[in-house]
């Protein structure tokens, strides 16, 4: 599905009474959701244990 299709997709699903800074706040969810999917397809992901080292450091 290309980036037009679903972004035409999620706002055929929002609601007709929503405003303007919650549609582009779902567009910005939907977006970070396709970018998170796709990092994960790639491996671009840290185990639980990783990111609990992370924080550790911090």
Wanted: hydrophobic content about 30%.
């Amino acid at each position: 599905m290309s980036d037009k299709q679903l972004v035409l997709n999620t706002v055929q699903n929002i609601d007709d009474t929503s405003s303007y800074e919650e549609i582009l706040y779902t567009l910005y969810t939907q977006l970070e959701v396709q970018k998170g999917i796709k990092d994960m397809e790639e491996g671009n992901t840290k185990t639980s244990n990783e990111v609990k080292e992370i924080i550790d450091k911090w």
